[in-house]
Structures are given as structure tokens and as C-alpha cells.
């Protein structure tokens, strides 16, 4: 499978807990992004990368938020101290820059207790 | 502040016949659109996409056309089948130099259900 991975599928924490996750893109893809999808509502753009720059951030990133790709090819993304409203499905996609379409992942499901 | 909406929250179409999704959008900076299916806990799909600069873009049973002037773009799915039921997001690239350059905004979503 030569798609986009992420990891765990699933997470449940208690709230205050830090939690993170793993992206691995299409292999030969420079740009990377992350998403957020809450119930009933469309994907919501979080950040994203070029080979390890981290290009854009959203405003929807508080400052518990952090994303790194060290070394330009996976990428994880870390949520400090969680609370409920972090309750989500975390979605990374990737492309190539220069090409429009981005391709997803199966997503992480976030349920904070 | 929804710069791209899908105003029908679920469509119901009988097998065999058309499936239209619309979705609407704001932000004329936008140069590329994509559709993407979804089923639950999976992440979306990739369908189709059009660019600005044409009004129709057609792969097999999935058609795209985007009308410009009214910043309006529709999916039509010809036949549709029982398993193209899911959910479909428009999703919409700012173009270069644009504060939504390389990010995709997406609508809420529609819910296509489609009848044996």
C-alpha cells in the first residue's frame, strides 16, 4: 500500500493528557498538511509542509498545538494538555508541490474523556 | 466565515438515475476545485477537479462543471449506483499570492444516498 498512513487510528485520552500522532505521506510527495474534521462539518486546514518547512499555520492552531516533519518525510503532530474541544478526526494528506490535488489518510479519531 | 457551502445536506436519488451535488463559493482568488467522497471513519477520497480556467471536466460517470460568474460548481454522477453512497465535499485552492494558497477549504459536506 503505497498510500497515506497515519497512526494510531484511534486514541481515547483523559483531558490534560498530551497526545500525538504520526503521518507518513506518499513517498515521493514534498508537501504535507494537516487537517481537522468534527462532526458534521468539512476539514478544517490546520498546517502544513514543504519538505520540512513548515509553511502556513492556521489560526485554529493554539499555541497546545505542534507539528513537525525533522527530516522532511513523516510527520507528527502533538496536542498538549487536550481538552474535550480537541474531540476530532485528524486528517494529513499529501502532494506534490506544484500539483493540486492532495491525497488523505485513513485519519486519527481523537475522544477526549 | 464559509467561503465554500454545500447547501444540501443530504440528496436522495434512485439507482440508475443522476445525482447532482452543488456547492457554492465566495472567495474569487480561488483557482482549483476537487471533489472528494468520504465514508465514515475513512478519510476522503479523491474524485475529480477542475481548474479556473475551464468549465467542465468529465472522468467516467463523474462530471464537474464550474460556472465562474456565479461562483457555483456542481457534481453530476451518471448512472448512479448504490455504492456511490457517502459523503461528497467540495473543496476549493486559493491561487498563488492568495492567503489560501495551497491549503484546501472545504464545504460541509452532502450525503448521497442512492436506492436499489
Known amino acids: 500500500d503505497t498510500g497515506v498512513s497515519q497512526d494510531p487510528r484511534h486514541k481515547i485520552t483523559k483531558r490534560g493528557q498530551n497526545v500525538t500522532f504520526r503521518c507518513d505521506p506518499i513517498?515521493?510527495?514534498?508537501?504535507l498538511y494537516w487537517y481537522r474534521q468534527t462532526l458534521g462539518q468539512g476539514p478544517e486546514f490546520l498546517t502544513y509542509?514543504?519538505?520540512?518547512?513548515?509553511?502556513?499555520k492556521s489560526r485554529l492552531l493554539s499555541d497546545r498545538f505542534s507539528a513537525e516533519r525533522p527530516k522532511g518525510s513523516f510527520s507528527t503532530l502533538e496536542i498538549q494538555r487536550t481538552e474535550q474541544g480537541d474531540s476530532a478526526m485528524y486528517l494529513c494528506?499529501?502532494?506534490?508541490?506544484?500539483?493540486?490535488?492532495?491525497?488523505f489518510g485513513p485519519g486519527t479519531r481523537l475522544l477526549v474523556l | 466565515d464559509q467561503q465554500v457551502k454545500q447547501n444540501s445536506p443530504s440528496l436522495s436519488v434512485q439507482e440508475g438515475r443522476i445525482s447532482i451535488l452543488n456547492c457554492d463559493y465566495t472567495n474569487s482568488m480561488f483557482d482549483y476545485f476537487l471533489w472528494y467522497k468520504k465514508y465514515p471513519a475513512e478519510g476522503p477520497t479523491f474524485l475529480i477537479s477542475?481548474?479556473?480556467?475551464?468549465d467542465k471536466n468529465e472522468d467516467g460517470r463523474f462530471t464537474v462543471f464550474l460556472n465562474k460568474s456565479a461562483k457555483h460548481l456542481s457534481l453530476h454522477i451518471v448512472p448512479s449506483q448504490p455504492g456511490d453512497s457517502a459523503v461528497y465535499f467540495c473543496?476549493?485552492?486559493?491561487?498563488?499570492?492568495?492567503?489560501?494558497?495551497?491549503?484546501?477549504?472545504f464545504g460541509q459536506g452532502t450525503i448521497l444516498t442512492v436506492h436499489p
Open positions: 513517498s515521493e510527495h514534498n508537501r
Open positions: 509542509f514543504q519538505n520540512e518547512a513548515q509553511l502556513e
Open positions: 494528506a499529501s502532494s506534490l508541490a506544484g500539483q493540486e490535488t492532495q491525497y
Open positions: 477542475i481548474s479556473s480556467i475551464k
Open positions: 473543496a476549493a485552492r486559493g491561487g498563488a499570492g492568495g492567503t489560501s494558497y495551497g491549503k484546501l477549504t
